[in-house]
């Protein structure tokens, strides 16, 4: 019998008060900029980009990312103005502070050493973290529109991560499989 395996990812994700004004920008990309690839998911912050995983180890799967989750605490996130990774992304740029930096690095290393969870592009790029708004379906002539549009206008927010989300692909979009709060709080 054949092994079914479903996508999936970690990420950080906001409260709703963030959450709502990020949907909001994601909206008036999808509406100004024919961009709406972004709303197939809630706001949130990659920290273990996607991956294949046999759906009937998710217990294994679930119990790592609890063990992992519990050791870690609270920390502060800025999402400060836009980014690009031109020519087809545009997202909130996060603050990259040594807490989030050591979560990123801590759960890479982890996912790797428990659970064979390799992503290659991991290995040879600098993590970039961020919110994304649109891409994929963000023509390139759009991109430069909404670039000029975006690249000075400011945006200030704040949150405090206090635990991860487990995402699963269900065929058309991300859900959100399971939540892990962190044990400690500072």
Same mark, same amino acid.
């Given at each position: 019998?054949?092994q ?9 994700v906001?409260?709703?008060? !963030? ?8 909206? +008036? #990309?999808?509406?100004? +900029?024919?961009?709406?690839h ?10 273990? $980009? $996607?991956?294949? &995983?046999?759906?009937?180890?998710? %217990? ?5 990312? =609890?063990? #992992?989750? =519990?050791?870690?605490? @609270?920390f502060?996130?800025t ?6 990774f031109?020519?087809?992304?545009? +997202?909130?740029?996060?603050l ?13 290393? #982890? ?6 969870i ?6 040879i790029?600098?993590f970039? $973290?961020?919110? %994304?708004?649109?891409?994929? @379906?963000? %023509?390139?002539?759009? #991109?430069?529109?909404? &670039?000029l ?5 400011s ?7 206090s635990?991860?989300?487990?995402? !699963? ?7 959100? +499989? ?9």
């Amino acid at each position: 019998m054949g092994q079914s395996k479903r996508l999936l990812f970690v990420a950080l994700v906001p409260p709703e008060s !963030i959450q709502n004004p990020v949907t909001k920008i994601k909206e +008036y #990309f999808a509406n100004q +900029y024919n961009s709406s690839h972004a709303l197939n998911s809630l706001p949130h912050i990659t920290l273990q $980009p $996607p991956f294949k &995983w046999p759906t009937e180890n998710l %217990t294994l799967l679930q119990k790592s990312l =609890q063990t #992992f989750a =519990q050791n870690c605490s @609270d920390f502060p996130i800025t999402l400060s103005g836009f980014g690009a990774f031109p020519p087809r992304v545009i +997202y909130i740029n996060v603050l990259k502070t040594p807490e989030l930096l050591k979560i990123q690095q801590d759960l890479i290393g #982890f996912t790797e050493t428990t659970l064979a969870i390799v992503h290659p592009p991991s290995k040879i790029r600098p993590f970039s $973290p961020h919110v %994304t708004l649109a891409f994929r @379906d963000l %023509t390139k002539q759009n #991109f430069r529109v909404a &670039w000029l549009e975006f690249r000075e206008r400011s945006l200030d927010l704040e949150f405090t991560a206090s635990q991860l989300t487990l995402f !699963i692909h269900n065929g058309k979009r991300w859900d959100i +499989y399971n939540e892990f709060p962190f044990l400690s709080t500072n």
